[in-house]
């Protein structure tokens, strides 16, 4: 019980996606692919934040550089 309570808590904050893989002992070639598949696995956890925080936030950082000056 104790272990299917841990598995969902790493499934509830995302440890089960978001740990790199352990990389000990293989190629670069390994690595490279490892590495790959980390990010395609990790991308529909960030891609929802670009637009909805991220792009906010960079609009509204540059429409107030835009009215102090600097960038005028």
């Known amino acids: 019980m104790r272990d299917d309570v841990r598995n969902m808590i790493h499934q509830a904050f995302y440890l089960n996606s978001l740990t790199l893989p352990?990389?000990?002992?293989?190629?670069?070639?390994?690595?490279?692919q490892r590495v790959q598949e980390y990010?395609?696995?990790a991308t529909p956890l960030f891609a929802p934040m670009e637009p909805e925080y991220n792009g906010d936030?960079?609009?509204?950082?540059?429409?107030?550089?835009?009215?102090?000056g600097p960038l005028a």
């Open 57 to 68: 936030l960079c609009d509204m950082t540059f429409s107030k550089l835009m009215r102090a």
């Open 22 to 32: 352990n990389t000990s002992g293989m190629t670069a070639y390994e690595v490279s």
């Open 39 to 41: 990010i395609r696995q």
